[in-house]
Structure formats: C-alpha cells, structure tokens
C-alpha cells in the first residue's frame, strides 16, 4: 500500500507549479485556480476553476496540469472545472500579487472590486497619478491603463 | 467550443481520462429546467456572435478588445448553459450551438438585433447588460446548483459589462449634436426589443424556485438603468412594444444569417478541429 499521504503532497506541487500560458510569472496556486488534488489509488483528481467564464486559457492549463502529474508518475488524473464557488481577485496569494508587479501588471486591490475610486499604483514607477485608457485589456482579467508620472502604459488585473 | 468527441491530434493525451464537467453537478436536469437554461444560453450565444461581428470594426482599438472581452464572457456562460441544458438529452454543447435549426433557437429577439451603427449596439448592450445584472443577482438564490452556480459567476462579469455599457451611454448621449441624435435613434430602434425579457411563459408555472419569473425583473431593471438615463439627459421613448416569440422558436429575420455564419464551418467540415 502506497503512503496516500505522501502522493497527496507530491501531487498538489507537481499541479500547484503549472503555471498561466498567459502571466507565465503566476502559479495556478497563487492565482487560486487550483482548488483540490486528491489522490486515491494511484489515480488524481484535480479540481480548477476558470478566473472567468469565457478564459481560453482554461483548456492549456488543464492540459499542462495533466502533463505535469503525468512527469510526477501520476498516469490516472481527471482534471474537473468547477464554477462554484465563483473565483475571486482575493485568491490570489500575496505571492503573486507580488509576481504581478514585477512582471509590468498592476494587481488588483485586494478589497475585492471597487468603482473608479481608488488609485491604481504604476508597477514601473509606482506613481498614484494613473488613469484607465480602456474596461478591457489583452485578456479578461485585465484592463489597460496609463501613468500620467513616467507615461508608461501598463495593464492592470481587474479585481473581480 | 471544443467537442468532446473529436480526436485533437496534436495533444497527446490518450492516457488520461479528461472530464468535461464544467459545473459540479452529475444530476441532468428535468425538462423544464432544460428548457429554461437553453432560453438563457441561447441569449448568451447569440449575443456573443452579434457582438464578436465587431472586431476589427469598432470606432476604436480599445473597443475592439472591450466587444470581444464581453462576448467572451457571454460565450463563457452559453457553454456553461448549453452543456447543462444538453445534458437532459444527451446532446453536447456544439450539438446546440451548430446544429439546431432556426426554430430550435430560444433566444430572445433583442439579442439578434443587428448592430447597426455603434450607438445601436451601445443602446442593446445598455438593455442587455442592465437585464442580465438583474436576472443573474436573482438567479444566483435558484434551488438547481448548477444555475445558481453559473448566475453567481456570471454576475460579476456582466456587472463589468453594464458599466461599460454605462459610460458609453454617458458619452454618447452628452458628446456631439451627432452622437446624441444617433443615441436617441438608437433607443427608437431598440427598445421595443426590451419588453420581451420581462414576459412570462407558461414554462414559468413549472419552475417555481429554479427560474427567475421574468415580470419580477422588471421593477429591478428599470431602477437599474434610471439613474443612468437621468444623467444622460434620455428618456425611454413611448414607443410600439415588438411582438417576440423567441422563447417559442419564433424570430426576426436576423436571426438566420447570424447561425449560418455561427454553424458554417461546422457543418461543412464535420469533425473540424485545430
């Protein structure tokens, strides 16, 4: 009989360091996309959900979580996409919010969505003196904006 | 949409069991509930489709990449729907999307007006986004898992939406002579689409603690989008109420061109994949 405990562990990092085909900096861990990993006789279910509806990037990381399981020695994974409870900008750990900044893309508050009020911070000069140039950016989870202090255009990771 | 069935070649994958699920329910749903979640993924689809036809087409870059996010996310829910509504009959969500008929079809008519000039597609979106809002914040307390579950993602991503729809209300409305008189045509054209959404079927009657009766969004609705249309200077105009029958298969003469483009590869090429 094999230690579950100890295949439990090694399953969830192998799945944990998949990382988003978009924000390559952000583990689907940090990102609070991996929601479960159970392993029970030899096989592994693991439990995603999207960060929105429509994210294209859901089918990559399903298939990467199953090529990353299968290098771990896990032949047997069933990868589920699950849409409740709903995904939140507050499941991202303080590690990747950190990830996010150094990366060029400003992260979301962490107060869940706020409208138009609050300053978001320029991850190049960290200037407060912002603005939004577009609802939407490069991918669902992000908006484009603008510093008004080093006039660098960033995008921002939409609290959501 | 990918098809479960289809044989991606490029991914090798043949020694793991991927399942499909997008929501955690094994239960199908009964037929009326069926009914009732293909009514909201066919608006979704629909809606989705009409908007994507802006790409490369929209007054400006940024709102290229805005129409697109948001028919995504539309796109997001039909499949959710779609394969939850399926499931009663053993069909997959590409089964619906690309091969149904016309008649098949349960959207309403709102969701297949064309887009006109930019401000007939803002003025759809105001209503649509507004109606979405009202009806998913509702749906989220819904006694079947799986609806509840996709109104409780759902909303926040069409609160996004009818934010933008609102801003652009405002700048449209309160820019140039030019873009008011195009907003106030707008408004002419499109809202006698609206009052469809908040008619009651008989579907209604079986559905008691699932669905959302359509007449009790109206109140929410229309103190959604007030505050929005007073300081934009509109009002509602008192204009024809437009027949409907979507929800019965019955629809404009848009409809058919918009599935055509929708299902035209699919059908000429079974099995296509890339």
Known sequence: MVTHHAD????????????DPEVPVLSIDDLGVLREVTVSNGGVDVVITPTYSGCPAMDAIREDVVRALASAGFADVRVRLVLSPAWTTDWISAAGRSA????????????????????????????????????????????????TGCGEPFDHFKAL | MTDAHLDHGHVELSAVTLSEEFVASDTPPTP???????????????????????????????EDVALANIALDLLGHARSLLRYAGSASDR?????????????????????QQNGDFAHTI????????????????????????????????????????????????RLALGTDESRRRTLRALEDVWPYVD???HDEPLLDALDGVAIRPSTLGVAFDADIAPVLAEAGLELPQAFHAAGGGRRGQHSEYLAPLLAELQVLARQHPGASW
């Open chain 1, 100 to 147: 996010l900044k150094d990366y060029g893309i400003a992260p979301p508050s962490a107060a869940g969505p706020v409208r138009l009020s609050l300053s978001v911070k320029c991850p190049h000069c960290g200037s407060l003196d912002t603005r939004e140039v577009a609802h939407f950016g490069s991918t669902s989870c992000k908006a484009l904006f603008v510093c």
């Open chain 1, 8 to 19: 439990a562990g090694r399953a969830w990092s192998a799945a944990a360091a998949v990382v």
């Open chain 2, 32 to 62: 009326e509930v069926a009914e009732y979640a293909l009514w909201l993924g066919d608006d979704a689809l629909v809606l989705a489709q009409r908007l994507g036809q802006w790409i490369t087409r929209a007054p400006e870059l940024e």
């Open chain 2, 196 to 198: 469809e959404l908040f």
């Open chain 2, 123 to 170: 003025v759809r979106q105001f209503a649509a986004a507004h109606y979405l809002y009202v009806l998913y914040d509702r749906l989220r307390a819904s006694t079947d898992p799986v609806l509840a579950g996709v109104a409780a993602k759902a909303v926040k991503e069409v609160d996004y939406h009818r934010d933008h729809a609102d801003q652009w209300m405002l």
């Open chain 2, 92 to 112: 997959t969500e590409d089964d619906l999307a690309y091969w149904r008929e016309e008649g098949g079809f349960r959207s309403a008519h709102l969701f297949e």
